[in-house]
């Protein structure tokens, strides 16, 4: 049930038909984890966050750099050095008190993954490193949980969303090894993909619209232009082929 204040709160949204009372109540029921507190993981989780998602668990070990702040909106000056974990905590908190925002400040790795997401209805890639991406999208598999995956370079970007057993996975799609590097991006890239990822949550968890399955969108920002890509299975993937 939905209190008074939050009737309030979410009054813009609930008014759209597709999401209602019962669309919202679905919100506020719904437990997503949020890998990654940087350039994606700050906007997904301010806009998750905002829309009433009920629990977010948000995982990150860095602390603020001085250069993360070009993009990453949910630190400021006076943050750096502290725990990002914290950091976006304080000003989600700030911003929705009805929603539970539960941080910890630790790797990823393949010894505490599945506890790290066990419980919860989703997962956000919202991580810069490739290896730990195939980590979190073989784990989605294995939970068959959904998993929605983002990426930035420059201005540019791109989104797809996993569902286990009914579509391509990262997997798929990033066949080859890609090697670790520090790579260039302007704030406004990560913005624009953070904002697709959350529209594709909160469809998800609301049960309305297409969702981008099967289905890569590349975002060109010096051209602003968005151009769609039919991911297809691979029947040896290594990550989904046996579901």
Known sequence: MLTAEELDRYARQIMIPQVGEKGQEKLKRAKVFIAGAGGLGSPVSIYLTAAGVGYIRLVDHDKVDLTNLNRQVAHWTADVGRKKVESAQEKLNMLNPNVTVETLSVTISEENVSELVAGFDLIVDAMDNL????????????HTVPFFHGAVNGFEGRAMTVIPGKTACLRCLYRGPVPESKFPVIGVAPAVIACIQ??????????????????????DGLNLKFTEFKVQRNPQCDHCARL
């Open 131 to 142: 290896p730990t991406r195939y980590l979190l999208n073989k784990t989605a598999i294995e």
């Open 198 to 219: 959350a529209t594709e949550v909160i469809k998800y968890l609301v049960g309305i619209g297409d969702l981008l399955a099967n289905r890569l969108l590349a975002y």
